[in-house]
Every structure is written in C-alpha cells, then in structure tokens.
C-alpha cells in the first residue's frame, strides 16, 4: 500500500506562482512514475506533467514553459512548481504514482485569480 500526501494549494493571483508537493510512503518500486494531474468540475481529469524515477519529463501543452515538475527520490517526494498562473490553471491538483499498483492522493485546490 501507497499513501500520498499533497499540500502546497491555495488562492493566487494571476501571474504568480504557487509550488505543489507530494510525498510517498508506504512500498514503493525503485523504479516508477510520477505525475500531476488536475481536474474541474464536470471535466475529465487532465495530465499535467509526468516525471520518471530516471528523471525523464512530459508536459501537457498547455503548461510547457511555465510549470516544472522535478522529484527526490531520496524522500519519494514529486513537486510542480507552477509560474505565471492563468485562471484557467484553477483546478484541484492530484498527484499519483505508479509503482507495484497506481495510486492517487486526496487533491489539492489551486485557485487563479483574474
């Protein structure tokens, strides 16, 4: 079993930035995949960003540029840092992993103001 734990959220204005953390616990293959993504109301959850344990990453169009995703693989922890905000980037965040099984954890709201 997985547990993930997210924070970070919160309300921003447009233009600012905001960080996402998530930490892993529990048992977790060496060898795995981690990821953000978000989610509105009434719409299908959409990938954010993906990272692999090796390090290697992938963007949603719409966040290239101005979100970084980057992890430790030390503290099983993936982290999005998140600049020049958008109101459309309102949503709640949820991070998962893919190890043994896939995982998701609780979501966290991030809020732009316009």
């Known amino acids: 079993q997985v547990q993930l734990v997210e924070s970070g959220g919160g309300l921003v204005q447009a233009g600012g930035s905001l960080r996402l953390s998530c930490a892993a616990s529990g048992s977790i293959f060496r060898l795995n995949v981690m990821a953000w993504y978000r989610q509105v109301p009434g719409k299908q959850r959409e990938l954010v960003a993906v990272i692999t344990s090796g390090g290697i990453t992938n963007y949603a169009d719409s966040v290239k540029g101005r979100f970084t995703i980057s992890r430790d693989n030390v503290k099983n922890t993936v982290y999005l840092q998140m600049n020049s905000l958008k109101p459309e980037d309102t949503a709640v965040y949820y991070c998962?992993?893919?190890?043994?099984?896939?995982?998701w954890g609780q979501g966290t709201q991030v809020t732009v103001s316009s």
């Open positions: 998962k992993i893919d190890t043994y099984s896939t995982y």
